[in-house]
């Protein structure tokens, strides 16, 4: 899959899912909390089966240090985001006319690096697990664009300021992806560096969304049959 192709594959998947709170009135609810869960099991195993080991093929003090700055990153972009990558949705009444550019930054910073993560060489994936890798991303993209625009939405911002600002946000996964692929990596000269920091990002979103409590720290027998349909999906891509 070349870089054009992946890149409106996130562009598309984002905005259409902006759109939907638009178009059809649908609004963040806990009918997505399931896709949330099974979003945070996918990546979760999709890191440990093929984004670790693919980095630490060969050993460098320096990958285990990305990832951890990519986790500390993710850590700083939650305290502006509230948490929306999460599928979290705090609507505060007495903020309706402000657009919520904290947030809204966070996100689009979170998903530029996301699109890092699809990295491509030579004008084609630079690793054979780059669709699953989109599928995860793809998968995480809904909910968390849906969030965003009814946030967006429930703040009386007009139409138009809404249209720009979900236009932004889809477009800010595939320039991630092409600043990657054509600028970054010659820069760095290795592609390892750009993975570890997604790794680090995906490894907070992902174990943030899968162990936090239940709701009077219940077992939640739903939540766990999901996040094994993500697991055993992660594997059958192997």
């Not at 700083?76 to 609507?91: K, T």
């Not at 809204?104 to 060489?121: A, D, K, P, Y």
């Amino acid at each position: 899959m070349n870089e054009l192709t992946i890149s409106i594959i996130l562009f598309v998947s984002a905005l259409l899912s902006g759109l939907t709170v638009i178009t059809f009135n649908l609004k963040f609810s806990k009918v997505l909390k399931p896709l949330i869960s099974f979003s945070g099991a996918f990546m979760l195993a999709i890191c440990i089966l093929h984004l670790m080991p693919e980095i630490f093929s060969s050993y460098d003090k320096k990958i285990g240090a990305f990832i951890l700055l990519g986790f500390l990153i993710q850590l700083l972009l939650e305290f502006f985001s509230d948490g929306v990558e999460h599928g979290h949705f705090h609507s505060h009444k007495k903020d309706l006319a402000i657009f919520p550019y904290a947030i809204f930054i966070s996100l689009c910073l979170h998903s530029f690096i996301e699109g890092m993560s699809l990295i491509v060489t030579d004008g084609h994936n630079h690793i054979g697990h780059n669709d699953s890798l989109l599928l995860g991303i793809v998968i995480h993209k809904i909910p968390v664009a849906i969030v965003l625009s009814t946030m967006v939405l429930a703040k009386n911002i007009s139409k138009t300021t809404f249209l720009i600002a979900l236009i932004i946000f889809s477009l800010s996964a595939p320039l991630g992806l092409y600043l990657a692929s054509n600028h970054i990596l010659p820069f760095l000269g290795n592609s390892n560096i750009i993975l570890a920091l997604a790794v680090g990002i995906f490894l907070h979103i992902s174990t943030t969304i899968l162990f936090e409590s239940s709701e009077g720290h219940k077992f939640d027998l739903k939540k766990f049959i999901i996040v094994i349909i993500g697991f055993a999906l992660a594997v059958f891509t192997l």
